[in-house]
């Protein structure tokens, strides 16, 4: 019996250990993909990779090139891409189909083909191994048999580190060559014993003048030991109790979705920028699937210039930005890109040797470039502290053989030798007034080889063409180029006199020469109403006239023709021809195009493009088309872009005098087209205005209009513009006794204000408020009531309604109407 307790404590610990080792081994499973030995992967078929439990990433075949490669990436479901993060045996020439790779206890083995050996794939050289994992950090694993950690891909980062893994003191990261080729590139970041994190280019990294980046760790009280980068994304040097992080994201983050997942690697890109990089994978759970999307975003970044990376550029080349702002590299004049497939591309000289050392005057032996703002990397061999002037830089250059360029600065002259190196241009404030002297020979020297080998012969010397031969090149060069301009002189000169005498034929004939001054087709009364069926087809009636729908030419173009009535037919042809010029020479998208007329005794018509969706009455009025708030903006601004082009911009200023819906055309892009303008002055005053009263568009004529003493200015447009803005607005006409609900409608401006005074603008609304924009509303309810006011000096200016509409000008609260208060 006195057993009995410690057989129930010993139980009590097993049941306790058993599940501590059921918790342990199920977190591990539910992060990881375990892989069991004799486990195989090839590059074709069903086992091409191991992917790790939740899918974000893999291991196994990967194509490169012509063949395959063996790494670790990052899977994109929904860009169908993948982004590799590691590579193994990254500078081996890629595998073919044939190959496999297998999990022994020595490793993993690769072997290229049937009958070859197998290989390590840099994956240790122990002989305990007992399985591996695919971890969801993207970390490949392999355990012994007491599930130790005997090797992993995060102690052997090639050029990325992901969320979790860390870049201690001499490990490094090494660019790849290219994007779709991972082996080593060109440029090394390495986290250095003096807790420095550094960047160099890769075959010159042991100088501190070829370093181009290090963030600023001096400001640490420790110097820090390693680079790390964590799972929520903070990328940071971490030293002995401090931090310095290059990039927090807890002062960047951004709100996530709740289904999100964030991925987060750093990688030193083909271009030698270090970069912070979030994959973000989003889940949409439906009924029977899971649906995921991802989207990859830049965070961060070691430098916003590119051009600043060191070796970026080959031998004998700059960088600079083109026009969408990428780097470019570019050679120097005088050198060419080298044919080595050498990766940055090196330029070389396209010329052969100078002989400058055997030259007993190398004054003519070379020109200069220059390049404002120009840096160049290395130690120049030669500097002259002295105060100079340019030209003493440059002709102590020349006369040293050794000297490839010179950098020009505040009076000092350095100067470079061949190869030049990490060559850019600089925009900052250290560049001010330096200027890259860059030395190329001559284009007019003729190097002289030596005849014989006989030591008493003069040493080789550089000749030059004479100067009478030189003299004589110029003269036949100059020479022949005045003949030319000589004979294109005369040549000119008698076209001109040729043309001048045509057209003073052509002038004799008075319709042709009008047709000539206005740009416009000439047609005959019959032509016409051949083109238009004898004029049975009307599609409008204006102030003017009848217009009716045509066919014209051999392609059955479209046209409208107005015929005008006999009232303004009377007027003259002389008149008529004057106002057909003024119209012909108006071209703007907002008017109706005049393309031809007819003069023939009394009949008197204009041919116009034919616009094909009606008239804005038709729109308005019919209620055919629902028009959305912001297309009754887009038309009230079409309309008032066609006045501005009349009354300010076009070559003779029109005032229109008769605005209205039905004189506002649509074309098939629901563009407003203003018609019958110009032809105002046609008709005498008095026969408009009666007119209009018969039409019933007076209400559309401004106040002055209607008195017969008082002058018309271009504010008579603003009060009709106003008008047709208000029915634009309530999509009703501004009178319409079938419609109104009580009298205080009749006086539709009125009625207007005294909505937009009441605060009732839903008033002036006819359908579901749901869809209405109140802000344009009240915008285009003001500008309305300012353009209709009766006292011409209240109204604004046509480009000041523009501004207001477009809510670039603040619009004051309008006045009453005269009218109403009358």
């Avoid at 002038?507 to 016409?528: H, I």
């Amino acid at each position: 019996m006195a057993s009995m307790p410690v057989l129930l404590l010993l139980l009590f610990f097993f049941m306790l250990f058993t599940l501590e080792e059921a918790t342990h081994t199920t977190t591990e499973n539910n992060n990881s993909s375990v892989i069991p030995l004799g486990s195989w992967l090839s590059p074709k078929g069903e086992n091409t990779s191991w992917p790790s439990r939740s899918g974000h990433f893999a291991f196994g075949f990967y194509p490169q090139g012509s063949g395959f490669a063996v790494g670790i990436w990052l899977v994109s479901p929904s860009e169908n891409t993948t982004t590799v993060v590691w590579t193994a045996n990254r500078d081996d020439p890629a595998v073919s189909s044939k190959s496999m790779l297998n999990l022994t206890k020595q490793g993993l083995l690769l072997q290229k083909g049937k009958g070859d050996s197998a290989n390590n794939i840099d994956s240790g050289d122990s002989e305990s191994v007992y399985m591996a994992s695919m971890l969801d950090s993207g970390n490949l694993v392999l355990y012994d048999e007491d599930s130790s950690v005997v090797w992993q891909s995060f102690d052997h980062p090639t050029d990325t580190i992901l969320g979790g893994q860390n870049l201690t003191s001499e490990d490094g990261l090494i660019s790849s060559k290219f994007k779709s080729d991972h082996s080593r590139g060109c440029f090394y970041l390495i986290m250095q014993n003096d807790g420095n994190l550094v960047a160099y280019p890769l075959y010159n990294r042991f100088s501190d003048l070829d370093a181009y980046w290090a963030p600023d760790s001096w400001n640490l009280a420790y110097q820090p030991y390693q680079l790390s980068l964590n799972i929520q994304g903070f990328l940071c040097l971490d030293g002995s109790g401090d931090r310095l992080c290059l990039y927090d994201i807890n002062k960047n983050r951004k709100k996530s979705h709740s289904n999100t997942t964030s991925i987060y690697r750093a990688t030193l890109d083909i271009d030698g920028n270090f970069r912070l990089y979030e994959h973000q994978f989003h889940f949409e759970q439906g009924t029977n699937t899971t649906t995921t999307s991802s989207h990859l975003e830049m965070l961060w970044q070691a430098m916003n210039d590119t051009c600043q990376v060191k070796g970026f550029c080959g031998l004998n080349s700059y960088c600079t930005s083109n026009m969408s702002g990428d780097a470019v590299c570019k050679c120097y004049p005088g050198f060419i890109p080298s044919k080595t497939k050498s990766v940055p591309i090196d330029c070389v000289q396209k010329h052969s040797k100078d002989d400058c050392e055997s030259s007993e005057d190398r004054t003519l032996l070379y020109n200069f470039t220059h390049f404002e703002n120009m840096h160049w990397g290395g130690v120049p061999y030669s500097a002259i502290p002295m105060m100079m002037k340019m030209e003493a830089c440059e002709k102590d250059c020349r006369q040293d053989c050794g000297c490839g360029g010179a950098i020009y600065t505040n009076g000092n002259c350095h100067k470079y030798r061949l190869p030049l190196i990490y060559g850019r241009f600089q925009n900052d404030s250290s560049s001010t007034g330096s200027v890259a002297l860059l030395k190329t020979p001559s284009t007019i020297s003729i190097i002289s080889p030596p005849t014989s080998n006989d030591t008493n012969m003069p040493k080789p010397k550089v000749v030059f063409d004479k100067k009478k031969n030189l003299i004589m090149i110029l003269s036949l060069t100059l020479g022949v180029v005045s003949l030319i301009c000589l004979v294109i002189t005369t040549s000119i000169f008698f076209t001109y006199r040729h043309q001048v005498n045509r057209y003073a034929m052509l002038s004799e004939s008075e319709k042709l020469g009008f047709t000539e001054e206005c740009s416009l087709s000439s047609f005959s009364f019959e032509e016409l109403s051949k083109s238009t069926g004898g004029f049975s087809e009307e599609i409008g009636r204006g102030s003017f006239g009848a217009v009716y729908k045509g066919k014209i030419g051999d392609n059955n173009r479209s046209i409208a023709v107005k015929r005008l009535e006999e009232r303004i037919a009377d007027e003259g042809e002389r008149e008529f021809r004057a106002e057909i010029t003024a119209i012909a020479r108006t071209h703007h998208r907002n008017l109706v195009k005049l393309i031809g007329f007819c003069i023939e005794g009394s009949n008197k018509l204009l041919v116009y493009e034919f616009v094909s969706k009606g008239s804005l009455a038709n729109v308005l009025f019919e209620g055919e088309v629902k028009l959305s708030w912001k297309e009754r903006m887009k038309l009230a601004l079409d309309v008032a872009r066609g006045i501005l082009y009349l009354h300010e911009e076009c070559e003779v200023r029109i005032i229109h005098c008769n605005i209205n819906p039905q004189n506002i055309l649509m074309d098939e892009s629901w563009t407003a087209k203003i018609s019958d303008f110009g032809l105002a002055r046609l008709s005498k005053r008095g026969h408009s205005r009666t007119k209009a009263e018969e039409d019933g568009i007076s209400r559309y004529l401004a106040p002055e209009w209607q008195k017969e003493d008082a002058s018309v200015s271009v504010k008579a447009d603003i009060y009709s513009f106003g008008v047709v803005l208000l029915e634009i607005i309530c999509c009703r006409r501004s009178i319409e006794m079938t419609d109104i609900s009580s009298a205080d409608e009749i006086l539709f401006s009125s009625w207007v204000y005294q909505c937009f005074a009441s605060g009732q603008l839903n008033k002036l609304i006819t359908h579901d408020e749901k869809d209405v924009d109140w802000k344009i509303l009240e915008r285009m309810v003001k500008v309305g009531l300012w353009c209709v006011q009766d006292h011409q000096s209240l109204r604004p200016t046509i480009k000041n309604v523009i501004l207001m509409l477009e809510g670039l000008k603040d619009i004051p609260v309008p006045p009453s109407p005269a009218r109403l208060l009358e």
